[in-house]
């Protein structure tokens, strides 16, 4: 079974500075997809950012790129020139590929709160 | 586009009475849905996953018979909470998964239930 690991419960950091966020994860499979998820105080699930593991290019998403370890197993979310409204919770999340009875699942980390400062 | 939503956004019942949360697809059709379960300031728990005309698929120590789950039509999914208990309690959230958007077979979330059980 697949294994997410957030060993960051809180961090804080400055507005418009860069923080970043740490996810590693544990799989044998070989191809999957790695997503970022914010969860602000209104609790509704946002995606942030995916990553295919077969891409070796990390992904972007404006101020929100991702440093992708394959090797490592490691996907790490960094998001530049922090905003009040970036504070959240997020969660970092693997899913497998198509076919098998894991289709479509989530296996999410613990989750990192987020807090900026202005 | 790929919006999901919940109904209700918070239930309060009494202790042993049972209670039903909706979740619907609006603009696309979900092959499954996915329930799960959160704590304050915990990660997402898998409750089941749903896929529609057959019977769920429920996680290891999720009691079936308390958690009733009908996927009826490609756009709606109902949890049923029988009997529920104060340790119910908790917010539960849906999302959804089908072939819409930029990313087929991404996972759409609803924006969550609060369930409060006196």
């Known amino acids: 079974a697949q294994t997410v690991t957030q060993s960051q419960p809180e961090m804080s950091v400055q507005e418009a500075e860069t923080v970043t966020l740490s996810c590693t994860y544990d799989?044998?499979?070989?191809?999957?997809?790695l997503f970022w998820y914010k969860q602000p105080p209104s609790r509704q699930m946002i995606l942030v950012i995916r990553q295919e593991a077969y891409k070796q290019q990390n992904a972007t998403e404006n101020r929100f790129s991702v440093n992708f370890q394959k090797a490592a197993k490691s996907f790490s979310l960094k998001i530049s020139d922090s905003q009040l409204g970036d504070a959240a919770m997020y969660f970092c999340a693997y899913r497998s590929p198509a076919g098998g009875t894991s289709y479509g699942k989530l296996t999410f980390g613990q989750g990192t709160i987020l807090t900026v400062h202005p | 586009g790929a919006v999901v939503s919940q109904h209700p956004s918070w239930v309060i019942c009494k202790s042993g009475t049972s209670v039903k949360i909706e979740c619907r697809s609006l603009?696309?059709?979900?092959?499954?849905m996915f329930w799960y379960r959160q704590f304050p300031k915990q990660s997402l728990m898998l409750m089941a996953t749903?896929?529609?005309?057959?019977?769920?698929?429920?996680e290891q120590g999720v009691e079936k018979d308390k958690f009733l789950i009908n996927h009826a039509s490609l756009t709606l999914s109902t949890l049923t909470v029988t009997s529920a208990h104060p340790e119910d309690s908790s917010f539960y959230i849906c999302?959804?998964?089908?072939?819409?958007?930029?990313?087929?077979?991404?996972?759409?979330f609803g924006p969550g239930t609060r369930l409060t059980v006196t």
């Open positions: 799989t044998s499979e070989s191809d999957y997809y």
């Open positions: 999302s959804a998964m089908g072939l819409a958007g930029d990313f087929v077979y991404e996972q759409y």
């Open positions: 603009d696309f059709q979900a092959t499954t």
């Open positions: 749903s896929n529609e005309g057959s019977k769920a698929t429920y």
